[in-house]
T-cell receptor, first 114, second 114 residues
Framework: EAQVTQNPRYLITVTGKKLTVTCSQN?????MSWYRQDPGLGLRQIYY???????DKGDVPEGYKVSRKEKRNFPLILESPSPNQTSLYFC?????????????FGEGSRLTVL | AQSVTQPDIHITVSEGASLELRCNYS??????LFWYVQSPGQGLQLLLK??????LVQGIKGFEAEFKRSQSSFNLRKPSVHWSDAAEYFC????????????FGQGTTLQVKP
């Protein structure tokens, strides 16, 4: 089954404790992206990657890191989480070569930073 | 800069009634427009999209949307709402179909009364 898989789905952590949210897609998509969803703000892009070893900042990159060493994986790293990073995070991927523009989303990772 | 506005944060309709969710965009060229739905606890699913051609596009689950360039709008409609349509709906605009980058609106939460 074609899917985008995120882990963990739920996480409660404390300020300053490094964490990684993993994202994996099995559709051989070139493009991957991370969004955060906050009430009243919709989805805002954190980072994106056009292909392996190519990453770029989105609209709200502060406090986050990413890497794209393999095509299927795009982990989101919070080196020193803070309470304002409490949010619902979505990973998404897209087949840019197919020219459809459709993003495929994971089920989300709800992060709480105390 | 690109932007998307969904004027209605929350809408309540009775089951069987018609539905229209509004979306206005700001973009200097012909936009690529999308509507996504997010059911509780789920990721986002594509309902429909517009790239070019016929300005009335049909999507899944009986939804349709109409692109009106003169009004910079891409409103989502459904003739008869079902209780299972209760969800959050996001309008999004993209620069081009092969970049994967989308800008999302704030979202509209739809509640369906029995």
């Amino acid at each position: 089954e074609a899917q985008v898989t995120q882990n963990p789905r739920y996480l409660i952590t404390v300020t300053g404790k490094k964490l990684t949210v993993t994202c994996s897609q099995n559709m051989n998509h070139e493009y991957m992206s991370w969004y955060r969803q906050d009430p009243g703000l919709g989805l805002r892009q954190i980072y994106y990657s056009m292909n392996v070893e190519v990453t770029d900042k989105g609209d709200v990159p502060e406090g986050y890191k990413v890497s794209r060493k393999e095509k299927r994986n795009f982990p989101l790293i919070l080196e020193s989480p803070s309470p304002n990073q409490t949010s619902l995070y979505f990973c998404a991927s897209s087949n840019t070569l197919a020219n459809t523009g459709e993003l495929f989303f994971g089920e989300g990772s709800r992060l709480t930073v105390l | 800069a690109q932007s998307v506005t969904q004027p209605d944060i929350h809408i309540t309709v009775s089951e069987g009634a018609s539905l229209e969710l509004r979306c206005n965009y700001s973009y200097g060229a012909t936009p690529y427009l999308f509507w996504y739905v997010q059911s509780p606890g789920q990721g986002l699913q594509l309902l429909l999209k517009y790239f070019s051609g016929d300005t009335l596009v049909q999507g899944i689950k009986g939804f349709e949307a109409e692109f009106k360039r003169s009004q910079s709008s891409f409103n989502l409609r459904k003739p008869s709402v079902h209780w299972s349509d209760a969800a959050e709906y996001f309008c999004a605009v993209g620069r081009a179909s092969n970049t994967g980058k989308l800008i999302f609106g704030q979202g509209t939460t739809l509640q369906v009364k029995p």
